[in-house]
């Protein structure tokens, strides 16, 4: 309980202190873009997410099983299957550090959240359009790609599209929905050459993963299993589903 509450406490003043700053400063590269101002966003943002990795990796029992040519100080994409919204903070845990840092694909209504929906924008998190907007979808990933290749960090994107937990169990695999490869194939074209794909099988013990249950220390024995590979350019489609054959077998186990 005491570890419960010493989150919430931290959440809400990390939230107003270092939230506010990188607000102001979003604020700023957003009328007066440039290299320096976004360094100083993502150094609040990478030092935010450490201190959340603290907070996770006490609440969370996990077992990292990881290759060790993970890519450091460059531009790189996370795939990973999407079992729940404490997917995030677990790849937060794992994966992210200060030399691997990333962002990830969001919603576009999260922008009209305040404050928070401007830093996303200013961090160059991929905000995308519901519906049929294929077009403005791909244009906001090309420039989420420049970005990433500018600065040197990942991008992650769920393939799924969408919580494996939430929709009718229609698919190929026993323990994943099927692939939308359209915006992995995007991704990897836009960066027009060989890039480091880390990919991210998640496997939960247990099923309920409510907010309380990660507050008070109950989300069960976690395992994140990653791999490093590169993948060319005219091979990204047939990459994906070779690793989502590889990860359901991988569950099943």
Not at 21 to 34: G, S
């Amino acid at each position: 309980m005491l570890m419960s509450i010493g989150l919430i406490i931290w959440l809400l003043v990390s939230l107003v202190t270092m939230g506010t700053v990188c607000f102001i400063v979003a604020m700023l590269y957003w009328a007066f873009p440039n290299a320096f101002l976004h360094k100083v966003m993502w150094l609040l943002y990478t030092s935010w997410v450490m201190m959340l990795q603290w907070w996770v990796k006490r609440l969370v029992p996990i077992e990292e099983i990881f290759d060790n040519s993970m890519p450091k100080n460059r531009h790189y994409v996370v795939i990973a299957n999407h079992y729940s919204w404490l997917d995030i903070l677990v790849l937060y845990a794992t994966v992210f550090s200060p030399e691997r840092a990333f962002v990830f694909v969001m919603k576009r209504s999260l922008i009209r959240i305040p404050m928070i929906g401007l830093v996303c924008w200013g961090l160059g998190h991929p905000l995308l359009y519901r519906g049929r907007s294929r077009r403005k979808n791909l244009k906001v990933l090309k420039e989420a790609v420049q970005k990433a290749k500018d600065y040197g960090y990942g991008m992650l994107i769920f393939p799924e599209g969408t919580r494996y937990t939430k929709v009718e169990k229609v698919s190929d695999y026993r323990n994943l929905l099927n692939p939308k490869t359209v915006g992995f194939e995007y991704i990897i074209k836009q960066f027009e050459s060989d890039v480091p794909v880390v990919d991210v099988t998640l496997d939960y013990a247990k099923g309920t993963h409510g907010i309380w249950d990660f507050l008070m220390g109950r989300i069960g024995p976690t395992k994140v299993y990653a791999s490093v590979s590169s993948v060319a350019v005219d091979h990204a489609k047939e990459f994906i589903l070779a690793k989502w054959q590889q990860k359901d077998a991988l569950l099943d186990q």
